[in-house]
């Protein structure tokens, strides 16, 4: 997919692209963090037929939702290129343990050696997440490492209180 990139002076970026189907995307993305979203007709690409003007907060949104799959992908790509590299999706159990406490007190590298990447919760995706983060009953974890390790962290978030 090409993307065209244009500098617009004293405003920004803006970024055209097709869609498989041929309808095309404008997306202008504000020195202030507001972005326009719009389409247009091919034969005018200047007269937007229809835009949103998106807040920060609104990109961010969007952000999370749009980048979660294409972060799944990545990662996929990423073990087919490296021999012994995985990723999973974990989902933290009801009953585990670590419902309700952070991701810091799994140790779950230090005790497992897969790397977590990702917490998926609902629509939420905490992408990188800080030993702080909150754990909770559903949310999906995002890993990364060998097949044995990603077991282990299975075990290690499915474990029952004492």
Do not use: N, W
Request: hydrophobic share 40%; aromatic share 4%; glycine share 10%.
């Amino acid at each position: 997919m090409e993307i065209i990139e244009t500098m617009l002076p004293g405003v920004g970026m803006r970024y055209d692209l097709q869609t498989a189907a041929g309808r095309p995307i404008c997306v202008v993305i504000r020195r202030d963090g507001k972005v326009d979203l719009g389409s247009y007709d091919l034969r005018d690409p200047d007269q937007l037929a229809e835009t949103y003007r998106l807040e920060a907060d609104e990109v961010a949104a969007l952000a999370d939702i749009l980048g979660a799959p294409r972060m799944s992908e990545r990662f996929a790509d990423l073990s087919r290129e490296v021999p012994g590299l995985e990723s999973g999706r974990l989902t933290i159990a009801r009953g585990s343990r670590y419902v309700g406490r952070t991701l810091g007190d799994t140790h779950a590298r230090t005790r497992t050696g897969a790397s977590v990447v990702a917490i998926v919760r609902g629509e939420e995706v905490v992408t990188s997440p800080t030993p702080d983060d909150g754990l909770h009953a559903g949310d999906v974890v995002v890993a990364i490492g060998s097949a044995e390790s990603l077991r282990a962290l299975d075990a290690l978030l499915g474990r029952l209180p004492d």
